[in-house]
Nanobody, 123 residues
Framework: VQLVESGGGLVQPGGSLRLSCAAS????????MGWFRQAPGKGREFVAA????????AYADPVKGRFTISRDNAKNMLFLQMSSLKPEDTALYYC?????????????????WGQGTQVTVSS
């Protein structure tokens, strides 16, 4: 399994970013996928998840209505569109592969993840 995140950066409060995750070395379309984040000094926090076909999604309460997860199974890509960003969204963001096809809401369902991409929200 290989997962490579990109798209992070420095953005002002209220701004937007789109994270991407390129997946390889496994059958991407067979698994639910998700994003989680980790801020300095804090544990891993579930952000969003999407089922194997992309027809079901789940979000953590702090990001509902601001973040959108999507996937392109033809291109083995996972995305996270983030808008109305807040300073508390600052963290290292990881994409992860689930152990199953179905939707999930906990990081414990992930068995592989990438190196992460840094998102910093600051004025």
């Amino acid at each position: 399994v290989q997962l490579v995140e990109s798209g992070g950066g420095l953005v002002q409060p209220g701004g937007s970013l789109r994270l991407s995750c390129a997946a390889s070395r496994f059958t991407f379309s067979n698994y639910a996928m998700g994003w989680f984040r980790q801020a300095p000094g804090k544990g891993r926090e579930f952000v969003a998840a999407i089922s194997w076909r992309g027809n079901s999604t789940a979000y953590a309460d702090p990001v509902k209505g601001r973040f959108t997860i999507s996937r392109d199974n033809a291109k083995n890509m996972l995305f996270l569109q983030m808008s109305s960003l807040k300073p508390e969204d600052t963290a290292l963001y990881y994409c992860g592969k689930s152990t199953t096809r179905i939707i999930f809401t906990t990081v414990s369902m992930l068995d592989n993840w990438g190196q992460g991409t840094q998102v910093t929200v600051s004025s």
